[in-house]
């Protein structure tokens, strides 16, 4: 069967989204068609010239056009045709448990086999091997992907044993640091990205990788930056040349450099349970692919976690009634000997407010796109929509996290205590859902939180110009949680009540 892919993305000097679609319509789609079912209504185009006005629209909006297509369009689900390709975009709440049920078929593992092995420059038997064995009827215990993503889920799970400890590790790492704050707090106003950015790298590398971790070397934090900040334009370079991304490939290989060191003088032995344990699954694939696959899984670790910390922070020290309700709800769970204050994580069930926060922060800034691709014909919702084999499908979140009817009249307002109550399902992308459930999520949500307690308890955060500014996201970024668009430069001041006193973590 012909091979050809269509990549089709949003170039204005970064590219916003790139999905290949990996094999051509065949006669086996036609074949298992059935009668009476027919495809989503088709999306008429922002910019209405034809053929090509999808595209162009992707180009201008980037990722945000699959958001303003689906708000505009009262149907479930979308189909958007491009030069005889297709794309589906779905914005029911109702269609999310449809397509938990189809790991198979509905596949993000497809989607993530393929783009690691490009983002990561692997080699073309470990992008076969990745790529093998994911479409329906296939073992999971043999597909070298979903066997690899099962261990994460396992170790990372509430009876792995790994994520006690990596909280644990990644609580006292910030602590330790915040220690060095209050010591050096600096006078001069610094970029709380740049801030948070730093401090969770360390947290959760440190956590991961442990005493040998490789990014303690300030060029890999950088190189890993410079990889994540152009990752799409890795992607392109499938079908573009190399120099359009030229400074995430050498950062990139910065990291790679480190990793294979890690693996080659053993010093993953150190590392987390979770290390040891995606190790043990990659004794198929040579060392050097190891430390690809490695510096991509950095990717998962911190890109939505970093800025689910910042937006966390943003809203929480932009508002001073917010911040004194999240200040006493930790002082609740903080217990006083002498001049220690112990901070009681194993009680933030009587913190609610903080997760709550959290995820309210995480449903406002989601941008991701959920993609999917299409393995085999399928029939899915009460209109009995078919999605044909070869297509991808976008799972319009932030359309489903504003969405009136699932989040009530306040759906685009900032709600901090929304989350205190379970919220809708189905309606909630933050972490994914079905087998694709973040495997990270606990392990990212109580790294931000023991950040935010830590800093809200001990620290004032006083913006230039004395007023916090909304600092926009940009929406280049191919994330589920897009960063800020402009800096966000603030003071950091101890706080009088804090000060000469020593404080710890309880986990
Ligand atoms: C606040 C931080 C994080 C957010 C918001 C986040 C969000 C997400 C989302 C939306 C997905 C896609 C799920 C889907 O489409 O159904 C996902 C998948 C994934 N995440 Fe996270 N994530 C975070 C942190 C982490 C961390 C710390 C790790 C690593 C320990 C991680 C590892 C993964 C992996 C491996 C997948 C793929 C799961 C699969 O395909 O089965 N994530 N995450």
Not at 207 to 234: C, I, L, M, Q
Not at 264 to 276: C, H, K, P
Request: hydrophobic share 45%.
């Amino acid at each position: 069967m012909a091979i050809f892919s269509l990549v089709y993305c949003a170039v204005t000097g970064v590219a916003a989204a790139a999905f290949v679609l990996a094999k051509s319509l065949s006669r086996d789609t036609e074949r298992r068609r059935r009668g009476s079912e027919t495809e989503p209504p088709t999306a008429s185009p922002l910019i209405p010239i034809p053929f090509i006005g999808h595209l162009l629209g992707i180009i201008w909006y980037s990722v945000q056009y699959y958001t303003i297509i689906s708000k505009k369009h009262a149907s479930p689900i979308l189909k958007i045709p491009i030069f005889g390709r297709t794309i589906y975009v779905a914005r029911s709440p109702e269609l999310m448990p449809i397509f938990h049920r189809l790991p198979r078929v509905v596949s993000l593992w497809f989607i993530e086999a393929k783009f690691t092995a490009q983002m990561g420059g692997m080699s073309d038997s470990t992008a076969k091997q990745m790529a093998e064995n994911l479409g329906p009827g296939g073992d999971d215990k043999t597909t070298f992907t979903i066997e690899g993503l099962k261990v994460m889920h396992q170790v990372l799970g509430p009876k792995g044993g790994g994520l006690v400890e990596m909280n644990r590790d990644s609580a006292q790492i910030l602590n330790a640091r915040f220690n060095e704050l209050s010591r050096t707090t600096p006078l001069e106003p610094i970029d709380l990205w740049d801030w948070v950015q730093h401090e969770i790298t360390y947290a959760m590398t440190e956590a991961v990788y442990g005493s040998t971790n490789p990014y303690r070397d300030p060029k890999v934090e950088a190189g890993f930056w410079d990889f994540e900040g152009d990752v799409a334009k890795v992607i392109l370079t499938g079908v573009l040349p190399n120099f359009i991304a030229r400074k995430a490939i050498a950062g990139r290989e910065t990291v790679v450099a480190a990793m294979r060191a890690y693996f080659d003088t053993g010093d993953w032995r150190q590392g987390s349970l979770l290390t040891r344990a995606r190790y043990a699954t990659m004794s198929g694939i040579s060392t050097d692919d190891t430390a690809r696959l490695e510096t991509v899984n950095g990717i998962a670790l911190l890109s939505n976690t970093v800025p689910t910390a910042f937006w966390t922070l943003h809203y929480i020290f932009s508002d001073p009634t917010l911040l004194g309700r999240i200040r006493e709800q930790i002082t609740s769970i903080t217990s006083s000997e002498g001049a220690v204050r112990t901070i009681d994580f194993g009680r933030l069930k009587d913190a609610p407010l903080l997760f709550s926060v959290i995820y309210e922060a995480i449903r406002l800034r989601a941008t991701g796109i959920g993609p999917r691709m299409i393995l085999q014909d399928t029939v899915v919702g009460d209109e009995q929509y078919l999605l044909k084999k070869d297509s991808v499908l976008l799972i319009a979140n932030r359309t489903l996290h504003f969405d009136g009817g699932a989040w009530g009249v306040n759906s685009q307002e900032f709600v901090p205590d929304r989350f205190v109550q379970k919220g809708p399902g189905g309606a909630f992308r933050g972490f994914g859902g079905g087998v694709n459930l973040c495997p990270g999520k606990a392990l990212a949500m109580v790294e931000v939180a023991a950040l935010v307690a830590m800093l809200t308890m001990r620290f004032d955060l006083i913006p230039v110009g004395g007023k916090w500014i909304e600092p926009g996201q940009d929406l280049t970024k191919v994330l589920q949680i897009a960063p800020p668009r402009d800096k966000v430069l603030v003071t950091f001041r101890c706080r009088q009540e804090a000060m000469n006193l020593s404080w710890k973590f309880e986990m």
